[in-house]
């Protein structure tokens, strides 16, 4: 089935993770990476969920889940080790209007997590559709290894200079064709090297020489 690729925005947004174990893990740390309030309903927690409930990172309801526990949550996720829970939790979420994930069941979920790096505001994933979760973690690997913290440093830079390229260029397709033809090997390679100023200054003058004049 075709997928809807969507970055969603979790910050200040409620999740509900059911389980403890590691799966519920994983999934709790990303949320909170995000920036998610996430809420944690499990007898029992890894000793890393334990350790972001202690450092008050999340709320833990330490017991197994109970109908009546999902209202005012955004994303669910049903992620015990018990098929028959993750199905009824699944159907109380769902219908008071939360998106569905449930761990055991990708063709009853509303929506899958992929693979994904981040280098500051660059984020990259990877979904099979749920065909090979191992194959998505495989190519995020390569993928991580071949775009490193250079491509977040020099996103950040180029960042910076659109908000004065879109006063400088008058029309969007001018703006169009010299974003497009600006991305710059060398200063990603100095960015590398740890040659911040430089990669700057060129980047600067990249966009410097550019204008309706030129
Ligand atoms: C559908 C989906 C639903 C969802 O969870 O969103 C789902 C479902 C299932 N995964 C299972 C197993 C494994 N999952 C992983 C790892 C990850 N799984 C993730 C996502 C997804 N997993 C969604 C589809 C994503 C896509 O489109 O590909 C990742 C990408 C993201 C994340 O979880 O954060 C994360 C990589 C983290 C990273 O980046 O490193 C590994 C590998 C490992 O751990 O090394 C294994 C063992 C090897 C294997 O099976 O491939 C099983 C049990 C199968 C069984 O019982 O045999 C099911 C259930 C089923 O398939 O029925
Ligand atoms: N989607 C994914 O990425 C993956 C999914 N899976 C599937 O996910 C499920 C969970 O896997 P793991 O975390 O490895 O299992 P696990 O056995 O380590 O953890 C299960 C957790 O669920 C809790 N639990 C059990 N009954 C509960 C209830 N009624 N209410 C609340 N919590 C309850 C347990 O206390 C435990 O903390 C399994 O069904 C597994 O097949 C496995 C690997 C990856």
Redesign the pocket.
Known sequence: MELYPINLKLAGRRAAV??????????ATSLLAAGAEVSV??????PGLSALHEAGRLVWVP???QSGDLHKFFLVFC?????D??RQ?AVEARAAGALV????A?ELSDF??PAHIAQGDLLITVSTGGGS?ALARRLKEDIAARYGPEYGQYLALIAKLRPEMKSRLATAKERESFWRETIDHEALYLLKEGKFSEAEERIRHAACCTGPES
Do not use: H
Not at 79 to 83: G, V
Not at 101 to 104: G, R, S
């Open positions: 059911i389980g403890g174990g590691g799966v519920a893990e994983r999934k309903f499990s007898p029992e927690l890894t017991r197994a889940y992620a015990t080790n018990q098929a829970i993750n939790a994930n449930i761990a055991d990708p899958y997590v979760p």
